[in-house]
């Protein structure tokens, strides 16, 4: 197995948020991305629930070259293999397995593995990882979680994602041992089906006003 990748948190560019693009079309990929970005977002997270995902990972490196574009529900080490070779600068799981890890580590790409217990986290430590992304964040105990987590795990850094909104991001980036916060609340499902791009920047701005006055954008 190689070194580990640089760590996710000494990437992730502007403020500490990774929405979800998740679109049919590259186009509509960029569109969303470009909605993000009016809005304040650096960071976005494309998840391969689509057919078009992969190309529309190289859409939006292609027409938003400042933004940090990673991939989404990487499940397999084929998953990884190919967003990486569609220009993914950074991997997110939901999931942690052994495969899992060894496959995102020999990618080499900065990454977070999916965590909602003790042992799993226990299991990333176990290849020296201390970022990791809690999920599902809502289900799985949320900041009451965390919180309890962090007493245990010190070293440990969240992105919770999974229930993540308006309404409570600012409990979760509060959290000292959350590194970033990422979700689809973003990116509605209707929003972008009625291509209601300047609402998306809306709902982006008023997410990155939350979170950086929490975290310090980097
Ligand atoms: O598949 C991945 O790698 C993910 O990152 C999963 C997402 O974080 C959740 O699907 C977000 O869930 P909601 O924000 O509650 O809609």
Redesign the pocket.
């Known amino acids: 197995m190689s070194s580990l990748p640089l760590p996710l948190s000494g990437v992730v560019k502007g403020p500490a948020l990774?929405p979800?693009i998740q679109a049919d079309t590259p186009a509509q990929a960029v569109d969303i991305a470009k909605a993000l970005s009016a809005g304040g977002i650096g960071s976005v997270?494309v998840?391969?629930?689509t057919k078009e995902a992969l190309a529309g990972i190289a859409a939006v490196r292609n027409a938003l070259p400042d933004l940090l574009v990673g991939a989404?529900?990487?499940l397999s080490a084929a998953d990884a293999i190919a967003a990486k070779a569609a220009g993914a600068q950074f991997l997110?799981?939901?999931a942690s397995t052994p495969k899992l890890l060894e496959a995102m580590i020999d990618c080499g790409l900065p990454f977070a593995p999916?965590v909602a217990t003790p042992s799993e986290i226990a299991m990333a430590f176990e290849y020296g990882l201390t970022e990791v992304?809690f999920?599902?964040a809502?289900l799985s105990g949320g900041i009451e979680m965390l919180r309890a987590l962090s007493s245990i795990f010190q070293q440990v850094r969240f992105c919770p994602?999974?229930?993540?909104?308006q309404h409570n991001l600012a409990d979760f980036l509060a959290l000292p041992n959350v590194f970033v916060a990422?979700?689809?609340?973003l990116t509605p499902a209707a929003l972008v089906k009625a291509g209601h791009w300047q609402q998306i920047s809306e709902l982006a701005a008023q997410a990155t006003a939350i979170a950086t006055k929490l975290k310090a954008a980097a």
């Not at 990422?182 to 609340?185: A, D, I, K, R």
């Open positions: 990774l979800i997270e998840v391969l629930r989404g529900t990487i997110v799981s939901p999916g992304k999920f599902p809502h994602t999974g229930g993540i909104g990422g979700g689809t609340w």
